[in-house]
């Protein structure tokens, strides 16, 4: 099987045992201590033994700083996905884009059952979730006009209202055995989440075979979907030395890119974070053919991996041979400053199609930067002035002359700057963002007792109208 070329990733599965509830979150501080990349906690709502998966790792949230925290897996029968969905984009938000999404079609139906859920069959519990993260992805994608719409079996929302965003793009991880839902991860999801002692080695290639079939019949590339394997029991013997050389064949022969250790003994995570990791990292770029920089991450280009896979912007995955050849020739992705990274967007993005063209003109750019800061807008800016292409900025994307967008261009989006602040009520003074709309400013204004002449409907955007009519705005290809 074929090594996907995603860069490699360490996490800990943790018990969120209740008779100590302050252990689960010690390993989890001490995980993002150690270094490790991603701390997951086991999700199983009816079991009186644990805690609340949700309520720990928002706490957890709160304790760390770095490490990215997801559930493993979260139990979608208990957990409506709408509400799920909104509650991973808050705690995403809060906790500056540190949450992935972890989701199981559920086990354990008599559990599930007294808790108040429904007993599925297994082909149902494979449509429900499926039909869940339509939901999902559907109140996440607050960029899409007009409420949502689902119309499922098991899952309906009608009329529902959108958002928030995530404040990263949350991926959604399945934790699958049977090849119904190993179809379903190739279909739609960003990555397969097994266990490896409930699965045998060889289940591992074999799932891929079945996944990578499904993604190409969907006319997706394998190489989007993330290959995460949870390592617990006693799926690794001997000493700690000789970890790395048994999870090699699994990196290089199953594209398994991501690790994650279950267990709640500190000596065993930090020793994982600390020895184990660097190890395998080490044995992978050589394999490669790459090198590695001071923190483990491999760098250069992997030996049969397209030149530029592993440069995703946003969530630092590796891009496949279809994303790539989607690029603008005349913007360099490679020089995307990393503070940039986490809000751009680029033609094969599952957000792409939502930012790319404008209320009324369709538009196909090379590269949206959906800025958050005015620090962002000057980076973005630079950026631009260096690229052989056009540049573009819209505000609430009406953009009637076709200006707010281009193709093959640069598109600095600055909707995410919509606060609207009185500053000076005696003298009428008020701040508003370049990316509000005059709804917002007149929703904001309206307690003071003030108001501004905008324009005839409310999502009109307060930067286009201010400064060019409601036209839009653009410039031809940055020089100098």
Do not use: C
Request: net charge negative.
């Amino acid at each position: 099987m074929p090594d996907y070329g995603h860069d490699l990733r360490f996490g800990s599965f943790i018990t969120p045992q209740s008779e100590r509830p302050q252990l689960a979150v010690e390993l989890a501080v001490l995980s993002e201590q150690a270094g490790l990349d991603l701390v997951t906690f086991q999700d199983h709502p009816y079991q009186p033994g644990f805690l609340d998966t949700w309520t720990l790792l928002s706490w957890v949230a709160a304790r760390t700083e770095r490490v990215h925290l997801s559930g493993n897996v979260i139990n979608l029968p208990l957990r409506p996905p709408a509400v799920l969905a909104r509650s991973v984009a808050s705690l995403d938000l809060l906790s500056g884009g540190r949450i992935e999404l972890g989701l199981g079609a559920g086990a354990f139906w008599d559990a599930v059952e007294a808790m108040g859920g429904r007993r599925l069959t297994p082909g149902q519990a494979v449509e429900a979730l499926s039909e869940a993260m339509d939901v999902i992805r559907g109140v996440w994608d607050a960029d899409e006009r007009g409420v949502l719409k689902v119309d499922g079996t098991y899952y309906s929302v009608h009329g529902a209202k959108r958002g928030p965003s995530p404040a990263h793009d949350v991926p959604i991880w399945l934790g699958a055995y049977k090849p119904r839902m190993l179809r379903l991860i190739g279909t739609k999801a960003d990555g397969w989440l097994p266990s490896l002692g409930y699965a045998q080695p060889e289940d591992i290639g074999a799932g891929n075979k079945i996944i990578d079939e499904a993604a190409v019949a969907a006319g997706r590339d394998p190489r989007d979907i993330r290959r995460l394997l949870n390592v617990i029991g006693g799926a690794l013997q001997g000493p700690v030395a000789t970890w790395a050389e048994q999870l090699l064949p699994l990196a290089l022969e199953d594209g398994v890119s991501t690790f994650i250790i279950g267990s709640d003994g500190p000596r065993v995570i930090q020793a994982f974070a600390q020895e184990v990791a660097p190890a395998l990292r080490e044995l992978v770029a050589a394999e490669r053919g790459t090198t590695s920089d001071t923190t483990g991450t491999p760098t250069g280009t992997p030996t049969g991996t397209p030149a530029g896979a592993g440069t995703g912007t946003g969530t630092g995955t590796a891009r496949s041979s279809r994303a790539l050849a989607l690029r603008s020739p005349g913007i360099d992705y490679d020089a995307l400053p990393a503070s940039l990274a986490a809000v751009a967007v680029e033609p094969g993005d599952r957000a792409y199609d939502s930012v790319a063209s404008s209320y009324i003109w369709a538009g196909s750019p090379g590269l949206v930067l959906r800025v958050t800061t005015p620090e962002q807008v000057a980076e973005a800016v630079t950026f631009a002035r260096a690229q052989d292409v056009s540049l573009a900025v819209r505000s609430g994307g009406h953009g009637i002359s076709g200006r707010s967008t281009n193709d093959g261009g640069i598109v600095i989006d600055v909707g995410a700057i919509n606060g609207v602040e009185v500053i000076d009520r005696e003298r009428r003074l008020v701040r508003v963002g370049a990316g509000a709309r005059w709804g917002d400013v007149a929703q904001a204004l309206a307690p003071h007792g003030l108001a501004i002449s905008s324009g005839d409907y409310g999502d009109v955007g307060v930067g286009g109208l201010a400064t060019a009519g409601g036209q839009g705005a653009s410039w031809p290809a940055p020089t100098g």
